[in-house]
Nanobody, 120 residues
Framework: QVQLVESGGGLVQPGGSLRLSCAAS????????MGWYRQAPGKQREPVAT???????NYADSVKGRFTISRDNAKNTVHLQMNSLKPEDTAVYYC??????????????WGQGTQVTVSS
């Protein structure tokens, strides 16, 4: 089985920064796409930033210029550097990974989520 474990969430003031990390472990041949999604109370889960296996990032318009996604394929980790945080960034952030297995089955995995709260 594959497990994704997130870390780095917390409470910060507007304008502050946080760095989220996610580590994948288990039966992994390789990982194609990875990303971060978030869900605020009363809203649907939405993509924040995704990154391909060769490092191409894509960002939601609401975070473009403030957030940076990166990955380390050797460690099966993905990170999200969040700067200039706003109250509307408050949400539970979930790590996602599309795992490539040796049997050519490519399931999606999700972390349990980490809370990010931006408040003065």
């Amino acid at each position: 089985q594959v497990q994704l474990v997130e870390s780095g969430g917390g409470l910060v003031q507007p304008g502050g920064s946080l760095r989220l990390s996610c580590a994948a472990s288990g039966s992994i041949f390789s990982i194609s796409d990875m990303g971060w999604y978030r869900q605020a109370p009363g809203k649907q889960r939405e993509p924040v930033a995704t990154i391909t296996g060769d490092g191409r990032g894509n960002y939601a318009d609401s975070v473009k210029g403030r957030f940076t996604i990166s990955r380390d394929n050797a460690k099966n980790t993905v990170h999200l550097q969040m700067n200039s945080l706003k109250p509307e960034d408050t949400a539970v952030y979930y790590c996602h990974a599309k795992v490539r297995r040796r049997d050519n089955i490519n399931p999606d995995y999700w972390g349990q989520g980490t809370q990010v709260t931006v408040s003065s």
